[in-house]
């Protein structure tokens, strides 16, 4: 079955440690997104790939990074800078005029 | 840019009851799509509905309809005959249909519970 998968489901880190989430879609889907949701909150864009090798920054980009080296995969990179990470990450996948589709997200918690 | 408000952080309906949930959104756009998604405790995001803003007649999935007021700016979602697994957090979101804008803005969100 095609479909999204974010993985691990749950991520530790300590102070000053960098931490990496995965994304992986079999969808064939050209743009791949990073959400974050606070408890409570909607979701706010991080970052946001329309295309391999190209990304662009969303609305909290500062502390995270991504890189999109190949169609399928968008990691996202949590790093030491980014102060406050404790929060629920989506990956979001989406081909032309089609809504996105989501993974089942990753809970990243401080030590 | 764009935003998306949802007025009701918490809404409560009857089983078998029915229930609107608003949103209105704030756009320069003429072309672009609006979506209801439903996230449920296990947090997954599930599509309920979309409307493309070109489309006048409004969208209609099962018991879920959505009031598409583009003038005003509104897209409120109506869930007939509410079940128990309606149990979630609902929450609107606007997409832009211009290649050079793609992301997705999503408003705060509506807890809808179901009571038996």
């Known amino acids: 079955d095609g479909g999204i998968t974010q993985s691990p489901k749950y991520l530790f880190r300590k102070e000053g440690q960098n931490v990496t989430l995965s994304c992986e879609q079999n969808l064939n889907h050209d743009a791949m997104y990073w959400y974050r949701q606070d408890p409570g909150q909607g979701l706010r864009l991080i970052y946001y790939s329309q295309i391999v090798n190209d990304f662009q920054k969303g609305d909290i980009a500062e502390g995270y990074s991504v890189s999109r080296e190949k169609k399928e995969s968008f990691p996202l990179t949590v790093t030491s800078a980014q102060k406050n990470p404790t929060a629920f990450y989506l990956c979001a996948s989406r081909i032309g005029a089609q809504p996105q589709h989501f993974g089942d997200g990753t809970r990243l918690s401080i030590l | 840019a764009q935003t998306v408000t949802q007025s009701q952080p918490e809404m409560s309906v009857q089983e078998a009851e029915t229930v609107t949930l608003s949103c209105t959104y704030d756009?320069?756009?003429?072309?672009?799509?609006l979506f209801w998604y439903k996230q449920p405790p296990s947090r997954q995001m599930i599509l309920v509905i979309r409307q493309e803003a070109y489309k006048q007649q409004n969208a209609t999935e099962n018991r879920f309809s959505v009031n598409f007021q583009k003038a005003a700016k509104s897209f409120s979602l109506k869930i007939s005959d509410s079940q128990l697994g309606d149990a979630a957090m609902y929450f609107c979101a606007y997409r832009s249909a211009s290649s050079n804008n793609n992301d997705m803005r999503f408003g705060a969100g509506t807890r809808l519970t179901v009571k038996p």
């Open positions: 756009t320069s756009e003429s072309d672009y799509y």
